[in-house]
């Protein structure tokens, strides 16, 4: 898979691709990250992104031509252009799994107050990962990237993807290693019974109650 990120701001994905699983699966080339800074394209030429607003009120707003020129000249039959924006549709577990069926990515950071809406246009999904206003689509990119990437064959080993929370609509059974008595807080008797028929109700079991109590909207 290929994923080009369209921001302002490529410094902040420095941590992102040079650590840990990311890392690993660019350097065994199951993903190649490309991290574009947009600006280039801009035809102004004080390289300028933004403007004001039509119609007044505060702030500044992300102009059409730098993104629009930025994605045409990457975008092939086989991409998905992605906007990260606050008012897009709720981000889930499904969605990346979708998305990492495809080829080639194409994922635009919103910065600043909010960007001409015809860039919308560009979008074959509008993302965002939460009830929350970020400082821009940045961080939400690699949240999206990194739940997606995970997912590549050869990342991560199939039994980590097959138990895992949101797999059924329910969230992970929890987990315990050595020692058995920590600070007076003991492991359960039947993870260490060896029966494993018993250990797999329970399991189940956890996964469900603890759902019911913290995401009784994942049972509906
Ligand atoms: N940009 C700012 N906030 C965001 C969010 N919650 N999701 C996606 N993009 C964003």
Redesign the pocket.
Known sequence: MRIDILTLFPGMFQGFINESIIKRAINKGLVTINVIDFREYSELNNKQVDDTPYGGGGGMVLRCEPLFKAVESIKTTDSKVIL???D?YQYKQSMAVDLSKFKHLIIIC?HYEGFDERIRTLADYE????D???T??EL?SMVVSDSIIRLLDGVINKVSLDSESFNDNLLDYPVYTKPQVFRGLEVPEVLISGDHAKIKAWQENKRIERTKERRPDLLK
Not at 127 to 130: A, D, F, R, V
Request: no cysteine; net charge neutral.
């Open positions: 990260m924006t606050p897009g919103g993302i965002s990962i939460g929350y206003i970020l821009g689509g939400a």
